[in-house]
């Protein structure tokens, strides 16, 4: 009992959750020559793919949701490849916080790298270290901090804009329009009036056809 109680004890203590060396990312959603537009849309959201692409998908996520990370790291190059470098989709990104404390200090670093330009850079350095067991220290301001670094991002910038309370009421808006939607589960995807809730990729490519096919 005492080895099991040992082993799960330095499980923890060598786990990003709890504190550990921040990693650079293997994925970048940007890919080699940053090949997609990319920017921030008139109500804020960062977005990938033409600006005037004729179909939106509005992905509602959270950093500490495992999910998610799973989305950018397993098909978001996939959905990238076959809709946003055509020019036909743009995906839009809109933070929420389900999971705690963290995940708000992780959507206030998004919202504050998207005014640097920086948010998708951002975005992989988060999902990287995402922990292992939420609230854990994963996304301590400190780590947040390096990983912006990492990023790219003016961290003495991004310092002042956490502590702008604007930056807080941006992330809460977001939530709010995850609510007025009724999503639940992250990542959760909006086209037009469907929502497609989980990483079942094909699902999500049924709607995005639909939705181009209509």
Known sequence: MLAV????????????????????????????????????????????????????VVEFADFQCPHCKEFAE???????????????????????????SESTEAAKAGVCAAEQGKFWPLHDWLFANQGTIANAGSFSRERVLEMASGAGLDVTELEACLDDPA??????????VATELGIVNTP?????????SGTDIDALREAIDDALDG
């Open 5 to 56: 109680i040992l082993i799960g004890g330095l499980i923890w203590l060598f786990s990003p959750g709890a504190g550990g060396e921040v990693v650079a990312p293997e994925h970048e959603t940007l890919g080699a020559g940053d090949l997609m537009e990319s920017g921030t849309t008139a109500d804020g959201r960062p977005y990938l793919g033409a600006s005037d692409a004729p179909v939106a």
């Open 74 to 100: 397993d098909y978001a190059a996939e959905i990238a490849g076959d809709y946003l470098t055509t020019g036909d989709v743009r995906l839009e990104w809109v933070s929420v916080t389900f999971t705690g």
């Open 167 to 176: 930056t807080e009421d941006a992330v809460r808006e977001g939530a709010a």
């Open 188 to 196: 959760s995807f909006v086209i037009g009036d469907t929502v497609v």
